[in-house]
C-alpha cells in the first residue's frame, strides 16, 4: 500500500470514528430526553442538567458497549439510577453493613447443617412464601415474611416503616443491619402489617399504638456459617434467607436480566433476600435474589439471578458472607 493510500485509509478511519461517537452521543442525547420523561425528571437549571446528563451518557455509553460485546451471561439497562454519581447511588440505595450483624443468635448449632434433602432447584415464590417486591430503600422484612408463612400458611406484607420508625438501634435498616431488625422483631414481640403501618420512605417517630398491633412474629434468629455456599444452600432449601452483598457496582446496578456474573468486591453494603435457586439453560448455577428496588425499571421484575457456586468461598459479591435467618 502506497503512503497516499496510507493516509487516506487513516484519515478514513478517522472520519468513521467521529462519525460513530456523534451517533452515540446523539443517541444518548434522545435516550435521556425520554429517559427524563419516564421518570418524571427535571432539573432546577440549565447547569445541572448538563452535569446530569454527562452522568447518564457515561452510563448510558457503559450499557451500551457492555450489551453489545456479547458472550455474556446476563445484560444490563439504563434505569431510573443512571443520572447519579457513584456516591450519590450508594448514599441512595447502600450504606455501610450495621457491626451488629457479626452479632451470633441464641441458636448455637446451625439448625440445617444436616439437611440433605436439597433439590435441584427452588422458588419460594410459587410454594406461596414470598410477598411482592417492594421499592424500600434499605429495609428489609421479606425472610419473616417467608418464615411465618412456611410455618402457618398465612402470607402477610409486614411492616417496613415500623422497622424505620422504632427499631432504634437499626440505624434505619441502614444498607443491611438484619440481625438489628431480628432483634427488634423479637424485642417487641413481632411486627404489624404494612396496610396498618404503611411506607413513606422516611424515618418518624414511632407510632406506639401501631407498633403494638402485632400480626407476626418470630422467636428466634439463626445465622448461616459464613463463606459458605453449600451451608447457605441447605438454608434456602428451608426458608428464605437474609444476606449481605456488594451491591453498588455499575453492573449491579444497571442489571437487566440473565445469570449476573458481574464484577463486584465482597464489601457488602446491601441486604438482599435469597428466595431460590437453579441452573439457567446454558448451565450456570445461580441463586434466586429478590430486591428492593422496585419492579418497573431494575432486574427481572425486582428480582437477579446471581451465579451461584463461584470460586470465592465468600460468593459472588459477598454473598455467603454473612447469611441469617429468622426463626418462625
Same mark, same amino acid.
Not at 435498616?173 to 403501618?197: P, R
Given at each position: 500500500?502506497?503512503d497516499? &493510500? @496510507?493516509?487516506?485509509?487513516l484519515?478514513? =478511519?478517522i472520519?468513521?470514528?467521529?462519525?460513530?461517537?456523534?451517533?452515540?452521543?446523539?443517541s444518548?442525547?434522545?435516550?435521556?430526553?425520554?429517559?427524563?420523561v419516564k421518570?418524571?425528571?427535571?432539573?432546577?437549571?440549565?447547569?445541572?442538567?448538563?452535569?446530569?446528563?454527562? @452522568?447518564?451518557?457515561?452510563?448510558?455509553?457503559?450499557?451500551?458497549?457492555?450489551?453489545n460485546e456479547?458472550?455474556?451471561?446476563?445484560?444490563?439497562? @439504563?434505569?431510573?439510577?443512571s443520572?447519579?454519581?457513584?456516591d450519590e447511588?450508594?448514599?441512595?440505595r447502600?450504606?455501610?453493613?450495621n457491626?451488629?450483624? +457479626?452479632?451470633?443468635? +441464641?441458636?448455637?448449632?446451625f439448625?440445617?447443617?444436616?439437611? +440433605?434433602?436439597?433439590?435441584?432447584?427452588l422458588?419460594w415464590?410459587?410454594?406461596?412464601?414470598?410477598?411482592?417486591?417492594?421499592?424500600?430503600h434499605? *429495609?428489609a422484612?421479606?425472610?419473616?415474611?417467608g418464615?411465618?408463612?412456611?410455618?402457618?400458611?398465612?402470607l402477610?406484607?409486614?411492616?417496613?416503616?415500623?422497622?424505620?420508625? *422504632?427499631?432504634?438501634n437499626?440505624?434505619?435498616?441502614? =444498607?443491611?443491619?438484619?440481625?438489628?431488625?431480628?432483634?427488634?422483631?423479637?424485642?417487641?414481640?413481632?411486627?404489624?402489617?404494612?396496610?396498618?403501618? $404503611?411506607?413513606?420512605q +422516611?424515618?418518624g417517630a414511632?407510632?406506639?399504638?401501631k407498633?403494638?398491633?402485632?400480626?407476626?412474629?418470630i422467636?428466634?434468629?439463626?445465622? #448461616?456459617?459464613?463463606?459458605?455456599?453449600?451451608y447457605?444452600?441447605?438454608a434456602?432449601?428451608?426458608? $428464605?434467607? #437474609?444476606?449481605?452483598?456488594?451491591?453498588s457496582?455499575?453492573d449491579?446496578?444497571?442489571?437487566?436480566?440473565?445469570?449476573?456474573?458481574?464484577?463486584?468486591?465482597?464489601?457488602?453494603d446491601?441486604?438482599?433476600?435469597?428466595?431460590?435457586f437453579?441452573?439457567?439453560?446454558? =448451565?450456570?448455577?445461580y441463586?434466586?435474589v429478590? &430486591?428492593?428496588?422496585?419492579?418497573?425499571?431494575?432486574g427481572?421484575? =425486582?428480582?437477579?439471578?446471581?451465579q451461584? &457456586?463461584?470460586?470465592?468461598p465468600?460468593g459472588?459479591?459477598?454473598?455467603?458472607?454473612?447469611p441469617?435467618? $429468622? @426463626?418462625?
Amino acid at each position: 500500500m502506497s503512503d497516499s &493510500n @496510507i493516509v487516506l485509509f487513516l484519515i478514513a =478511519g478517522i472520519l468513521v470514528s467521529q462519525a460513530m461517537s456523534r451517533t452515540v452521543h446523539e443517541s444518548a442525547i434522545d435516550e435521556h430526553e425520554k429517559w427524563m420523561v419516564k421518570h418524571g425528571r427535571t432539573y432546577k437549571d440549565r447547569a445541572e442538567k448538563d452535569k446530569r446528563f454527562k @452522568i447518564f451518557k457515561e452510563n448510558f455509553e457503559y450499557v451500551h458497549n457492555f450489551n453489545n460485546e456479547g458472550n455474556t451471561s446476563y445484560k444490563l439497562s @439504563i434505569n431510573k439510577y443512571s443520572d447519579l454519581t457513584h456516591d450519590e447511588f450508594v448514599a441512595a440505595r447502600t450504606g455501610d453493613v450495621n457491626p451488629s450483624d +457479626t452479632v451470633a443468635s +441464641t441458636e448455637t448449632v446451625f439448625q440445617y447443617a444436616e439437611f +440433605t434433602d436439597i433439590p435441584s432447584s427452588l422458588d419460594w415464590r410459587t410454594e406461596g412464601a414470598v410477598t411482592a417486591v417492594k421499592n424500600q430503600h434499605r *429495609c428489609a422484612v421479606a425472610a419473616t415474611e417467608g418464615a411465618t408463612q412456611i410455618k402457618t400458611r398465612n402470607l402477610i406484607s409486614l411492616s417496613e416503616q415500623q422497622l424505620l420508625d *422504632c427499631s432504634g438501634n437499626n440505624d434505619g435498616c441502614n =444498607g443491611g443491619s438484619k440481625i438489628s431488625a431480628f432483634q427488634y422483631i423479637m424485642q417487641n414481640n413481632g411486627l404489624t402489617s404494612e396496610d396498618n403501618y $404503611p411506607y413513606h420512605q +422516611t424515618q418518624g417517630a414511632c407510632d406506639m399504638q401501631k407498633q403494638a398491633s402485632q400480626v407476626a412474629g418470630i422467636s428466634n434468629y439463626g445465622t #448461616v456459617p459464613p463463606n459458605s455456599e453449600q451451608y447457605l444452600l441447605k438454608a434456602v432449601s428451608n426458608q $428464605p434467607v #437474609v444476606v449481605s452483598i456488594e451491591g453498588s457496582g455499575i453492573d449491579f446496578r444497571h442489571y437487566k436480566s440473565g445469570v449476573f456474573q458481574g464484577n463486584c468486591g465482597t464489601k457488602t453494603d446491601h441486604a438482599v433476600t435469597v428466595v431460590g435457586f437453579g441452573t439457567s439453560d446454558d =448451565g450456570i448455577d445461580y441463586w434466586l435474589v429478590k &430486591n428492593s428496588w422496585g419492579v418497573e425499571d431494575w432486574g427481572e421484575d =425486582g428480582y437477579i439471578r446471581m451465579q451461584r &457456586n463461584v470460586a470465592d468461598p465468600q460468593g459472588l459479591c459477598g454473598l455467603a458472607t454473612k447469611p441469617a435467618y $429468622p @426463626i418462625a
